[in-house]
């Protein structure tokens, strides 16, 4: 049952991406020959008054068609659209999945009863580095290693990055800002009323869950799966992170798959998928508006090229060329893919 709820949520990302580019295209007057979601063979379609409509086999992928083929003399053709026009149609699949995102964010964040934040409020039994020189009940931790913390999730999350070893942190004291430089912070065994437990010692303010706080917080974490996805790639050019360590759809949904196996009731599950959904959608903005050719970030950057080129020279550049490097990229891409693919298979297979 997850792996179809799965599926589906992934389908829904790529759907609400082509809808994004769809309806920009509308709205600007641009004609939109076939509006597909999957790929391959059509399993239904429907024509519309000039755009077609299709459900195609594979659920993962989609395609907006604007006549980018068409001859140019085709004034509602996406190729002879203003500059302008052009970039905001690209961006907009980015821009659909952050609204999405946030939404999802939004409807998860509202059965919550409060957040906790970053001030510190007290120590559990024998943390060892309490004082002036440490920290203070009081302080509010502010960054770690240089990035930002909002709630106690960044706190989890970037401890558990950079904690192997002492971290720069920052905090706020009596309005101060301090730096406490290569912090020996590590968890350490701890007795609380469950039991014995590896923690780092803190307590944490708790912000009431007011209707402000709640959309403070979704405006927080859709943003904050943004710098996620950016200290991801990050990680994966400096060689801290293998690429056989990356996950296509098919990965993808088996980690869904997992959630959804792991979580405590189908409810829980449902939230959970929910969730990295969210994350998923953040993903798939931010990495199709990377400046790479063949994704839309590769296609704003050679409108913006070919806009200057056009204003110095005060010719147009033949469109086969920038055609073609995003066929010879598409190329490589979908080898990429390939081997991600492969990898998906050969990781679920080694469990």
């Not at 659920?59 to 052009?86: H, I, L, T, Y």
């Not at 203070?136 to 192997?164: H, P, Q, R, S, W």
Request: contains cysteine; aromatic residues 10%; glycine residues 10%.
């Amino acid at each position: 049952m997850y792996i179809i709820i799965a599926i589906i949520a992934f389908g829904l990302l790529i759907a609400v991406h082509e809808l994004g580019h769809f309806t920009s295209a509308k709205l600007l007057g641009v004609r939109v020959n076939e509006f597909a979601i999957g790929m391959g063979p059509k399993l239904l379609k429907k024509q519309g008054k000039e755009t077609l409509y299709t459900l195609r086999a594979l659920p993962f992928g989609g395609f907006c068609a604007m006549g980018e083929d068409d001859e140019p003399e085709d004034e509602r053709s996406f190729p002879v659209q203003k500059p302008w026009k052009r970039v905001v149609i690209l961006a907009s699949g980015a821009v659909a999945n952050l609204i999405a995102a946030f939404i999802i964010v939004v409807i998860l964040s509202m059965s919550a009863t409060g957040f906790a934040g970053t001030t510190i409020n007290g120590f559990l039994d024998g943390f060892p580095l309490e004082g002036t020189n440490g920290l203070m009940a009081g302080d509010t931790v502010v960054a770690i290693n240089g990035e930002k913390l909002y709630y106690v999730d960044d706190f989890a999350l970037f401890m558990g990055l950079y904690g192997d070893t002492p971290v720069d942190m920052k905090v706020r004291r009596n309005g101060e800002l301090i730096t406490i430089s290569d912090f020996p912070l590590e968890k350490r065994e701890y007795t609380t009323a469950s039991g014995s437990e590896w923690k780092y010692g803190l307590r944490f303010n708790i912000i009431e869950g007011t209707f402000g706080a709640k959309l403070k917080y979704s405006c927080y974490l859709t943003a904050n799966y943004v710098r996620i996805v950016r200290i991801s790639l990050i990680q994966l050019f400096s060689g801290k992170v293998s690429v056989r360590e990356m996950s296509g759809p098919v990965g993808i949904v088996n980690v869904m798959n997992d959630i959804g196996r792991d979580s405590e009731s189908i409810g829980i599950a449902i939230a959970n998928i929910a969730d990295t959904t969210a994350l998923i959608g953040a993903n798939l903005a931010v990495m199709n508006m990377l400046p790479i050719p063949a994704l839309d970030g590769g296609r704003i950057l050679f409108v913006l090229i070919n806009w200057v080129i056009e204003k110095v020279t005060r010719r147009r550049v033949n469109p086969k060329y920038e055609g073609s490097i995003h066929t010879v990229t598409m190329v490589l891409l979908l080898g990429f893919m390939v081997f991600i693919l492969i990898n998906d298979v050969v990781k679920i297979i080694n469990g």
